[in-house]
């Protein structure tokens, strides 16, 4: 597609339940990235793929937050037994190629929304 | 690591004024780019301008521009003309490596 997609735009679980997130990023970009943006904040990093192998996974909060990337293209981003304090928005980019200081912007698609009740 | 800070939570314009947004940020790379990120109530992260540190030109993309002080890391966004379409959430952010470090964001409001 024409630019990165993020499904489901919204997502609304209860707590304890298992959580999908998809990114499906531009055609061709082989660097991908996950964000976390809380309420009124800034973006916090979670995880780095560069094809299919995530050479950079620090941000990830904790163990219940996992990913995968397959085909060099489409990531799932899972969280486990969700708590209230992962409701955000998730937003998805991806870059020609990895590594920021090569100076490559990030295009970012427009998030998933979710809620934890 | 890597920090950026944006010292102006709320930022108000009138339509066809100039308006300047303030970031500063603190790094130990010797290489690296500088972003302003602009996101509407879409959710989109929109690449609004890039500078890259070894670069002393400030970067201007039509009505955007940056003031970029590298002595005293300072990264400073100008929109000139504003517009209408202008107002959502600005976001300074720094590259470092494989991630973005992005400030907490002004929200810029454009008054007709």
């Known amino acids: 597609g024409a630019g990165v997609s993020q499904s489901p735009s919204n997502k609304v679980t209860e707590k304890g339940k298992d959580v999908e997130l998809r990114c499906d990023p531009i055609s061709g970009h082989t660097a991908l990235y996950w964000y976390r943006q809380s309420l009124g904040q800034g973006l916090e990093f979670l995880i780095y793929f560069q094809g299919n192998s995530a050479p950079d996974k620090s941000g990830l909060p904790s163990d219940r937050f996992s990913a995968e990337r397959t085909g060099g293209s489409v990531s799932t981003l899972t969280i486990q037994r969700t708590q209230q304090e992962d409701s955000a928005v998730y937003l998805c980019?991806?870059?020609?190629?990895?590594?920021?200081?090569?100076?490559?912007?990030?295009?970012f698609g427009d998030g998933t929304r979710l809620s934890i009740l | 690591a890597q920090t950026v800070t944006q010292s102006q939570p709320e930022m108000s314009v009138q339509e066809a004024e100039t308006v300047t947004l303030s970031c500063t940020y603190d790094t130990s790379e010797s290489d690296y780019y500088l972003f302003w990120y602009k996101q509407p109530p879409s959710r989109q992260m929109i690449l609004v301008i890039r500078q890259e540190a070894y670069k002393q030109q400030n970067a201007t993309e039509n009505r955007f521009s940056v003031n970029f002080q590298k002595a005293a890391k300072s990264f400073s966004l100008k929109i000139s003309d504003s517009q209408l379409g202008d107002a959502a959430m600005y976001f300074c952010?720094?590259?470092?490596?494989?991630?973005?470090?992005f400030g907490e964001g002004t929200q810029l409001t454009v008054n007709p």
């Open positions: 980019a991806s870059s020609l190629i990895g590594g920021s200081s090569w100076g490559q912007p990030q295009h």
């Open positions: 952010a720094a590259s470092s490596g494989s991630r973005l470090t």
